[in-house]
């Protein structure tokens, strides 16, 4: 099974996580796992990011970027295959922000 971000990332602000009750459950828990860089506010280097415009940059150089990236993601094939429904909000959020 393919490891959520907030596992890749051990930060915490998963339902249950060590960080929540300092920085809440983000808002990628539990539906965008796999392409929390769509999501408005996760927590990121530090600190809380904007929208997808604001914090591409970062989000490029990310661990679950690089692997989950529904364009170049190494695990791609695996995150359309494990969480369809997921992979195609992303690829429908990319589409609709060209």
């Known amino acids: 099974m393919l490891k959520a971000c907030w596992e890749v990332k051990a930060c915490g602000r998963e339902e249950g996580g060590n960080n929540v009750s300092s920085l809440g459950v983000c808002p990628a828990y539990p539906d965008y796992g796999h392409s929390c860089w769509i999501i408005a506010g996760t927590y990121c280097g530090g600190e809380v990011q904007g929208t997808f415009a604001k914090k591409q940059e970062f989000c490029n150089i990310c661990d679950v970027y690089k692997l989950y990236s529904s364009s170049f993601g ?16 992303c690829r429908k959020f990319l589409r609709d922000l060209a």
């Open 74 to 89: 190494t695990e791609r094939k695996r995150f359309q295959e494990d969480h369809p429904e997921e992979f195609d909000r």
